[in-house]
Nanobody
Framework: VQFVESGGGLVQAGGSLRLSCAAS????????IGWFRQAPGKEREGVSC????????YYADSVKGRFTISANISKNTAYLQMNSLKPEDTAVYYC????????????????????WGQGTQVTVSS
């Protein structure tokens, strides 16, 4: 499984960014795909994932209502639209995916992030 990530950068608080993740070596029908993030000195945090097989989306409480995940099956690509960004969203964001068994994941902590990409930096200035 390989990922080509793009879309990170520097933005002011309240601004927006869109992350893209083109995946190869997997079929989105059989995988969950999404993002986790890690800020310096903090633990890894699951942000969001989507299971295309049933079109369910999962979000961390900290991003609900601000971030939207989507996917384009024909391009094998996932997107994370991030609006109303806050300084506390600053982190390296990693696109990740894992084999999905077809079950309801309940929360973002259930996202099977078994493989991930190089990461992209998102910096939100106050």
């Amino acid at each position: 499984v390989q990922f080509v990530e793009s879309g990170g950068g520097l933005v002011q608080a309240g601004g927006s960014l869109r992350l893209s993740c083109a995946a190869s070596g997997l079929s989105l029908d059989d995988y969950a795909i999404g993002w986790f993030r890690q800020a310096p000195g903090k633990e890894r945090e699951g942000v969001s994932c989507i299971t295309v097989g049933d079109w369910r989306m999962y979000y961390a409480d900290s991003v609900k209502g601000r971030f939207t995940i989507s996917a384009n099956i024909s391009k094998n690509t996932a997107y994370l639209q991030m609006n109303s960004l806050k300084p506390e969203d600053t982190a390296v964001y990693y696109c990740a995916a894992g084999s999905w068994d077809g079950t309801y994941l309940h929360t973002v902590s259930g996202c099977p992030f078994g493989s991930w990409g190089q990461g992209t930096q998102v910096t939100v200035s106050s």
